[in-house]
């Protein structure tokens, strides 16, 4: 299976880089305010699709941290569950006192 990844890894890599080669051709992106920004398109590109991947992991970041305060607020939860049948369990497994009394 690591060789299939591989595999489509290399051709993706030949595709992207054949893309690349083909598209070197100066582009002027305008902005507000005549602003202008020059350079390859597939520069360009490249810096719109970081800035993009950025942005989507920064969006995910309110996300994680609930995902990982559930989490252990539910190992918590197991946790004292876990130390109550242990305590039930050692309760009932211990004899009963000879002269009637419960001992602690």
């Known amino acids: 299976m690591k060789i299939v990844f591989r595999i489509v890894a290399v051709i993706l890599f030949i595709v992207f880089f054949g893309f690349a080669l083909k598209n070197t051709e ?8 005549n602003y202008e920004i020059r350079g390859p398109l597939v520069l360009i590109l490249l810096g719109f699709f970081v ?7 920064l969006a995910m970041i309110p996300t994680l941290f609930r995902h990982r305060r559930d989490l252990n607020r539910h ?6 569950m876990e ?3 242990e305590a039930k369990r050692l309760a009932s497994s211990q ?6 009394v419960a001992t602690k």
């Open 26 to 33: 100066i582009v002027t992106l305008s902005f507000f305010f």
């Open 51 to 57: 800035a993009g991947a950025t942005l989507g992991v």
């Open 75 to 80: 190992r918590k939860t197991i946790s004292s």
């Open 83 to 85: 130390q109550e049948q």
């Open 95 to 100: 004899p009963p006192h000879p002269d009637g």
